[in-house]
């Protein structure tokens, strides 16, 4: 029904298209969680993730954004995240 289990939300996976790949998000080692604030900073700036993959598909259109943003503001969104 395209329900997400708790347990795997943010966890990562094929799009709906299947053309693609949604990134782990979650807060810990298999995800973001080993990212620091000045690389979380860094990927919306620039896009380019701790481990140097470019930011793709729908996320590259997110940081084509933030990128525009201030880099008090970049540093305020990844301190949140």
């Not at 790949?21 to 896009?47: K, M, Q, R």
Request: proline share 6%; net charge negative; glycine share 12%.
């Amino acid at each position: 029904m395209g329900n997400i289990m708790k347990d795997q939300r943010y966890a990562g996976g094929t799009n709906p298209q299947g053309d693609g790949y949604f990134p782990n998000i979650t807060p810990d080692e298999t995800g973001i969680g080993f990212w620091s604030v000045a690389s979380i900073s860094n990927y919306l700036h620039c896009g380019i993730s701790p481990i140097g993959r470019a930011s793709d598909g729908d996320m590259a259109e997110v940081v084509k954004n933030t990128s525009c943003l201030p880099l008090s503001d970049i540093q305020a969104m990844a301190v949140y995240l």
